[in-house]
T-cell receptor, first 115, second 115 residues
Framework: NAGVMQNPRHLVRRRGQEARLRCSPM?????VYWYRQLPEEGLKFMVY????????ESGMPKERFSAEFPKEGPSILRIQQVVRGDSAAYFC?????????????FGSGTRLTVV | AQSVTQLDSQVPVFEEAPVELRCNYS??????LFWYVQYPNQGLQLLLK??????LVKGINGFEAEFNKSQTSFHLRKPSVHISDTAEYFC?????????????FGKGTKLSVKP
């Protein structure tokens, strides 16, 4: 039973380019969470999605960032016109149901470097 | 609003010594509590969690934590550490019974075990 799969593991983008990060949740998990980890910081919640729905995007920057979790395929976190400050590790977690202490499984992350 | 404070950013210890990593939280509602471990360039792995019941929780790799409601603490302990325990440890909280279920993380504690 594969865990949460994130790709790519490392991504380098020039300023102004677009970054697309993918997350395939564990089998049977329909809830996906994206977190960002800046250097020397803990993880910060960005967005919570279910299939075809954004449930909570309170942690997403207002501009340039978007997320989706289509009916088929992985969840995508998209960052348009990247800037140096977007350099961070982005982690995805999935769970079978939200809250109630349900078990979260994290992926290994995508490390984005903006040059 | 919830918050998590990890009082020590770095904890150096010698192999086979005991260790305690401190975590305090602030919340106006009941919470679930978690400890995660992150090895270099990897994702987060759940060490243990407190949902309800006994306040002493045992996790993987010989770690345990004690929930203290009056002190709003959830300190992580291990009686004898190994070199392989060198990693970063994150304390996190989640609203009890919430429908959203996103985790609030502390900034992490880097545990360095020396021979």
């Amino acid at each position: 039973n594969a865990g949460v799969m994130q790709n790519p593991r490392h991504l380098v983008r020039r300023r102004g380019q677009e970054a697309r990060l993918r997350c395939s949740p564990m089998k049977g998990h329909s809830h996906v969470y994206w977190y960002r980890q800046l250097p020397e910081e803990g993880l910060k919640f960005m967005v919570y999605l279910q299939k075809e729905n954004i449930i909570d995007e309170s942690g997403m920057p207002k501009e340039r960032f978007s997320a989706e979790f289509p009916k088929e395929g992985p969840s995508i976190l998209r960052i348009q016109q990247v800037v140096r400050g977007d350099s961070a590790a982005y982690f995805c977690a999935s769970s079978p149901k939200p809250g109630q202490g349900a078990g979260y499984t994290f992926g290994s992350g995508t490390r984005l470097t903006v040059v | 609003a919830q918050s998590v404070t990890q009082l020590d950013s770095q904890v150096p210890v010698f192999e086979e010594a005991p260790v305690e990593l401190r975590c305090n939280y602030s919340s106006s509602v009941s919470v679930y509590l978690f400890w995660y471990v992150q090895y270099p360039n990897q994702g987060l792995q759940l060490l243990l969690k407190y949902l309800s019941g006994s306040t002493l929780v045992k996790g993987i790799n010989g770690f345990e934590a004690e929930f203290n409601k009056s002190q709003t603490s959830f300190h992580l302990r291990k009686p004898s550490v190994h070199i392989s325990d060198t990693a970063e440890y994150f304390c996190a909280v989640m609203n009890y019974g919430g429908s959203q279920g996103n985790l609030i993380f502390g900034k992490g504690t880097k545990l360095s075990v020396k021979p």
